[in-house]
């Protein structure tokens, strides 16, 4: 008989989490104006809000932490990290910062100016802040399909070429730089193919533009292209990582996600003003050019992350935990985005939640409901997430609403996912009793996702 699978690792620390009781829940997400990330986390049972930040380190990324180096200037801590971004991406030059937002903030302040166009696939959201804010247009050129849900393609975060260069034909001289997220966090954790970065870099060259990677999920990006496109079977995670950068200028990075570590970040770039001027701002935002806003000992424990998640194996045991938990939805029929994607579950809510109108939050509805059944935090990646329309403010219900349960890696069991497979069955065989959603009472007119205050519809 064949051995089944299992997780490549055995776990060295636990951190105990605690079940409340439905009435408890119904105070405190009151008291939270149904926004999750209002809530404390000791109010959560199993946290799905992100993926961010809260894997579990290795013992060896443990290990090197105790050996940090603090010093301000030149800490070896900081070529240790270099070092590891230049062999896996190829990127000669590195700027530490203390997060993904960050490295966006130090380099969009070279790049951005008002009226530009910054075309790409599903920027994040605090991407499309920095652009936005900046009084710039992001523009998703993301291929259609991504918007259907149950259509079951490979690489659902692919750039539409065709989109692309239709951007490019009218504005090419507003246009700073393309930008490519790979895994495409809002298009529901779905790789872009090395074929489609191919032709990213092919139109790229044609308008002599450059070509920047959101490589958040770089190494679920590459696990997907080993696994889904032709004639990347035999080749290594680093491999492929090599090749995908190979189509870019530069990155920016972070860390939370794929180098499993609690915070960091940093941009990588092989075009040298892109580094001379990241290097001046970062000094003036985030810190030295050798430590950019993280200790010597956080950039050692970077360094290894990344060596240890661009292994198969450490791939392999994240991405099949998601597709366990997909698969369990399956067996209770929960429309998702298909196929699962690397970092989470995206449930398509106004499926779910047919009676619901856009205008009372699907996502957002779904979201409060999973909370109340079973303490488990979500997150509303859908109308609320989108913002308004910066020129008409009107909300934009143009995409996808959907709840997202984003897994942390190495941090919860099969077990768990058992839990919030039941906890969604429960919350959609009583979908038909659900008909009103949420209003917005308060809300900040950028980013108003985490801080927006609401209250029940209809009242
Ligand atoms: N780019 C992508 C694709 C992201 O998913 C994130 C963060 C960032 C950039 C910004 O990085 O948080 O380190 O400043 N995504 C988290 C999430 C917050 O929950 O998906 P950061």
């Known amino acids: 008989m064949e051995l089944p699978f299992a997780e490549s690792y055995k776990i060295k620390m636990v951190e105990p ?10 105070k405190w997400v009151k008291e939270a104006h149904y926004n999750m ?10 946290d799905l809000i992100t993926d961010s930040g809260t894997g579990a380190m290795s013992d060896r990324q443990w290990a090197g932490i105790m050996l940090g180096d603090e010093s301000y200037a030149g800490a070896t801590s900081f070529f240790k990290m270099k070092d590891m971004i230049t062999k896996i991406t190829g990127f000669e030059y590195v700027v530490p910062t203390h997060q993904g937002r960050a490295a966006e903030n130090v380099l969009f302040s070279y790049l951005i100016k008002a009226g530009d166009f910054v075309p790409g696939n599903s920027h994040f959201d605090t991407t499309k802040g920095h652009i936005e804010s900046r009084k710039a247009f ?7 399909e991504a918007k259907d849900t149950q259509l079951e393609i490979p690489f659902k975060g692919n750039v539409d070429p065709k989109k692309l260069e239709k951007v490019l034909e009218a504005n090419a001289d507003k246009v700073p730089f393309i930008i490519v997220t790979i895994t495409n966090n809002t ?14 870099r092919a139109i790229a060259d044609k308008y002599n533009k450059r070509v920047l990677f959101d490589s958040a999920r770089f190494a679920e990006n590459a696990y997907f292209i080993k696994v889904r496109e032709k004639g990347y079977a035999d080749k290594t995670i680093k491999e492929i990582c090599k090749e995908m950068f190979s189509y870019a200028d530069g990155m920016t990075m972070s860390a939370k996600k ?19 001027n990241s290097k001046r701002l970062a000094i003036i935002y985030e810190g030295y050019a050798t430590y950019g806003g993280m200790n010597g000992r956080d950039m050692n424990a970077l360094a290894i992350g990344l060596d240890e998640n661009t292994e198969f194996e450490s791939l392999e045991t994240r991405i099949k935990q998601v597709e366990y938990l997909a698969s369990r939805l399956d067996e209770f029929g929960i429309p998702y985005q298909r196929p699962a994607g690397g970092h989470a579950i995206f449930i398509d809510a106004p ?9 009372e939050f699907p996502a957002q509805t779904l979201t409060v409901e999973l909370y109340l059944e079973a303490g488990i935090r979500g997150c509303e990646i859908g109308y609320i997430l989108a913002d308004r329309d910066p020129v008409t403010r009107e909300n ?28 969604l069955k429960n919350v959609y065989d009583r979908r038909e ?10 809300e900040a007119p950028l980013m108003r996702h985490f801080t927006v205050k609401l209250e029940r519809a209809g009242k």
Request: charged share 25%; proline share 2%; aromatic share 8%.
């Open 187 to 200: 298009a529901g954790g779905q790789p872009v193919s090395m074929q489609n970065l191919r032709e990213v």
């Open 351 to 359: 499926k779910v939640l047919t009676h619901v109108p856009k205008e």
């Open 433 to 442: 009793q659900i008909t009103r959603g949420f209003k917005i009472i308060e």
């Open 258 to 276: 794929d180098a499993i570590v609690n915070m960091g970040g940093f941009i990588a770039v092989n075009v040298k003003d892109w580094y001379e």
């Open 138 to 144: 992001a523009i998703d050129c993301t291929i259609d």
């Open 17 to 26: 989490i605690r079940r409340s009781a439905r009435e408890e829940r119904e």
């Open 37 to 46: 990330f209002q809530l404390k986390s000791e109010q959560v049972y199993i």
């Open 396 to 423: 934009r219900f143009g995409g996808l609403d959907l709840l997202r349960l984003a897994i942390s890696r190495r941090v919860y069991t099969n077990n768990h996912m058992d839990v919030i497979a039941v906890a």
